[in-house]
């Protein structure tokens, strides 16, 4: 049997402290499930900068691009804050992610019944959610050109000056985000709702006709709806349940993930993937990273929540390695926990208890996976 490769980045702040947990859910699937892992383990961030003086090296890079998959921590933190910009520490994700080329970020917004009183939002309104965001991550207005700041020699506008950016999509980056959405929505409930702006915005225009062709050519099988992205907006925070699949642009999807992200509580509780095109053995380009930061505040206080990360794995179990059943039990075993009323500091209500260090937390997962 082939090992799974995986290449770890833990990074700065809490980074390692919560992928320490991610280590033991690893090992417990090695032990009891047959799986077989191939992990290693560089710097990225902060880490790296210190120890190369730039925040991603080459060697780095290439084993990132050699790998199934790439597990993230987190990268940041004051000491790096006022470094060259060429040289911060968020510099090594952006390069992971632009040659990695992963232009699907997947959002998942799910609602675990014991946190549901942490959103914002009614308990009946989020019990239960479970929809995923597909946002494009490679083009779009963050990356479209003509951009910047230009003089503007106007004489009706005061202060002459006019700043640019470009929303540009080509066909081909719209395709290959909708294939994406398409897939994975065959592995959940077959629904997608493409959502852009086709009302007032041309590329809006192409992003529709061009999520229909890709439907009705390679996915008549998964129902396909479109809805304008300010309508989605409200929908998200009205009735969330209605969705599956939503697949969007950078700019929409930017925004309209941290939306979701919010219905179910806290940033400890959120991972994510970017997904790239599929190697020559079928697996896409993967990088997995929990959505929090490396929040300096609570580092080396054993406060963090490692669940957002222990999460983003069980995305790689299912993703990387079609091994959905295994995501389903780990993402379960968070469940059960959550259920006992086991909390990390960041989870604790109005109601108060005594809050469960991070390796703590690690080791219940592994004990509710054990015990299933
Ligand atoms: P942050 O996500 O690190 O923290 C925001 C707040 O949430 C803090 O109060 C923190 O204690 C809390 N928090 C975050 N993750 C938690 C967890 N797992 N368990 C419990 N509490 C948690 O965001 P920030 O404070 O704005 O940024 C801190 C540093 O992280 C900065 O250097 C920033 O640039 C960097 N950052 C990195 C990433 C990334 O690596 N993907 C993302 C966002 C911010």
């Not at 965001?133 to 009706?156: C, H, M």
């Not at 993402?331 to 086991?342: D, M, Y």
């Amino acid at each position: 049997m082939t090992a799974y490769s995986l290449l770890i980045l833990p990074g700065d702040g809490i980074g390692p402290e919560v992928m320490a947990e991610v280590r033991k859910v690893i090992d417990w699937f090695q032990a009891n499930r047959g799986m077989q892992f191939d992990v290693s383990e560089d710097l990225v961030g902060g880490a790296a900068y210190d120890a190369h003086g730039t925040p991603l090296t080459d060697a780095t890079m290439a084993r990132a691009q050699a790998v199934d998959a790439v597990l993230l921590g987190a990268v940041g933190g004051p000491a790096y804050d006022n470094l060259d910009f060429s040289v911060k520490p968020e510099r090594g994700l952006l390069r992971l992610r632009k040659e990695m080329d992963l232009f699907a970020n997947l959002r998942p917004a799910q609602c675990f019944d014991a946190l549901a009183d942490f959103s914002s939002l009614k308990r009946e309104v989020v019990a239960g959610l479970d929809i995923l965001i597909v946002r494009e991550l490679t083009s779009g207005v963050y990356f479209g050109t003509p951009r910047g700041i230009q003089a503007d020699d106007n004489p009706d506008n005061e202060g002459g000056r006019v700043g640019i950016n470009t929303q540009r999509y080509t066909s081909g980056e719209i395709r290959r985000v909708a294939r994406a959405a398409f897939e994975l929505a065959r592995k959940r409930s077959s629904r997608v709702c493409s959502m852009e702006k086709a009302n007032v915005m041309e590329s809006g225009i192409l992003w529709r006709e061009e999520v229909q062709w890709v439907h009705d050519h390679e996915y008549p099988d998964v129902e396909l709806t479109h809805m304008y992205a300010d309508n989605g907006a409200m929908q998200l925070v009205r009735r969330p349940q209605q969705f599956d699949v939503i697949v969007t642009d950078n700019l929409f999807g930017d925004i309209l993930s941290d939306a979701a992200a919010m219905l179910t509580g806290s940033l400890g509780m959120l991972p994510s993937a970017s997904l790239g095109a599929p190697a020559a053995n079928g697996r896409p380009k993967a990088m997995y990273e929990p959505v929090h930061g490396s929040a300096p505040d609570i580092a080396g206080k054993a406060l963090a929540n490692p669940i957002a990360c222990i999460l983003s794995f069980a995305m790689a179990l299912r993703y990387s390695w079609n091994e959905g059943a295994a995501a389903d039990d780990l993402e379960r075993a968070v469940e059960t926990v959550l259920a006992q009323g086991v909390r990390t500091a960041d989870l604790m209500g109005p109601e108060g208890g005594t809050p469960i260090t991070t390796s703590e937390m690690g080791d219940r997962i592994v004990a509710a996976l054990a015990a299933a």
